[in-house]
Nanobody
């Protein structure tokens, strides 16, 4: 079983930055893919970013390419999401996810965190 705890959310103005972190418990994190999803108010959850277990492969949603960067520290069992040049449309609950696989431009994780809220004001 894997437990995930996100942190780093908050309220910022458009153009500013935030760095989300997700710390995992369990022994399999270092050999598991991880990623981030988000859910805006009134909308379905959507994929944001993916990183392979080694960190060699990353994928991003088109809406965040060039602004967001996913990274991981396997020794600390933590995955990060650096979010720059934030926009009001980036507002939502951000969820960390671990395990599973990436296929056909979609990520199918096994475990989910509880989420951290990000609000970007205009």
């Amino acid at each position: 079983q894997v437990q995930l705890v996100e942190s780093g959310g908050g309220l910022v103005q458009a153009g500013e930055s935030l760095r989300l972190a997700c710390e995992a418990s369990g022994r399999t994190f270092s050999t598991s893919a991880t990623g981030w999803f988000r859910q805006a108010p009134g909308k379905e959850r959507e994929f944001v970013a993916f990183i392979s277990w080694s960190g060699d492969t990353t994928y991003y949603a088109d809406s965040v390419k060039g602004r967001f960067t996913i990274s991981r520290d396997n020794a600390k069992k933590t995955v990060f999401l650096q979010m720059n040049r934030l926009k009001p449309e980036d507002t939502g609950d951000y969820y960390c996810a671990v395990g599973g696989y990436y296929s056909s431009s979609k990520y199918f994780p096994n475990y989910w965190g509880q989420g951290t809220q990000v609000t970007v004001s205009s």
